[in-house]
């Protein structure tokens, strides 16, 4: 049976500051990681953003959030930014790289294992010769099974690893992952603190990713490499961009911060839950 074509969302509630990452102010991650200790209350955060507007939520694997879709009776669309970054740098820190992988294969099921064994071996020659474009599927398949999602729309790379193998220039590593994404995860997507130069960089390779996330505000906070050409490179895109960090670290209101980044091309727009205030007003007018 034929998957119906991808569609880019328009609005997403991002749930990154859930691990603790964020450009807003230290009161402001306090206040976010006292709220969202109980899985109830942001299950309850979860549905509200869907109500008022938001068409899935961009999240990584943790505890709350695997907890909060547990509450819930509704399906919540994920788009799955992977790998958990923060988690996995501190169990590489603790346990070793192999350790790390063990621990996320001691968790996972048997259909996850039997997922894992068939990308690996379609990976083969590229995990025995150590290169990033065969191991990162192996680590994705292990990432996406702690979600708890029953509805993964797409997967979207962790800018730690996008912006690596941008630096490196690995045209294959971007060719390689799109591939298996589409195929395993229905589309492809890239998050990046270098805009500018992934959107350049894909146009001069010709690859289209089925979306990219990346920061666009009035204040040109990590907009790489500099406002010009990022706002450039958004307008020649030829794929949908995502803009994040829309407050610029709380330097402006967030209708502010979407209404800039969509007038200069954006397609959509990633509010985290860091920047939201008001929820439902702000993102049913962030919808309209």
Request: with cysteine; net charge positive; charged share 25%.
């Amino acid at each position: 049976m034929r998957k119906a074509p991808f569609v880019a969302p328009r609005l997403l509630l991002g749930a990154e500051s859930l691990l603790g990452v964020s450009r807003g102010s230290r009161d402001r991650m306090l206040e976010i990681a006292a709220r969202y200790t109980d899985p109830e209350t942001l299950a309850v955060t979860l549905a509200k953003a869907l109500a008022a507007g938001a068409e899935g939520v961009l999240a990584s694997p943790s505890p709350q959030l695997k907890a909060a879709l547990a509450e819930l009776r509704q399906t919540v669309p994920i788009y799955a930014l992977l790998p958990n970054v923060p988690q996995y740098v501190r169990d590489a820190s603790d346990l070793g790289l192999m350790g790390t992988a063990l621990k996320r294969v001691g968790r996972s099921g048997p259909l996850t294992l039997a997922r894992l064994g068939l990308t690996g071996l379609g990976h083969l020659g590229a995990v025995l010769s150590g290169d990033l474009s065969g191991t990162v599927p192996l680590l994705l398949e292990l990432e996406a099974a702690q979600l708890g999602a029953t509805d993964i729309r797409a997967v979207v790379l962790a800018a730690p690893l996008t912006d690596l193998a941008l630096a490196g220039r690995h045209r294959r590593f971007f060719e390689r992952y799109c591939r298996f994404a589409r195929r395993r995860f229905r589309a492809a997507g890239l998050e990046t603190h270098n805009l500018g130069h992934l959107l350049a960089r894909l146009r001069e390779w010709k690859l289209r990713p089925d979306l990219v996330v990346g920061p666009v505000n009035p204040i040109g906070l990590m907009m790489k490499p500099d406002v010009a050409a990022v706002l450039a490179e958004l307008r020649a895109a030829e794929f949908p961009v995502l803009a994040k960090e829309l407050r610029a670290g709380g330097s402006v209101r967030l209708g502010e911060g979407a209404r800039f980044a969509r007038e200069r091309g954006a397609y959509g727009v990633v509010a985290d839950l860091v920047d939201v205030e008001d929820l439902t007003p702000e993102f049913k007018a962030l919808s309209a």
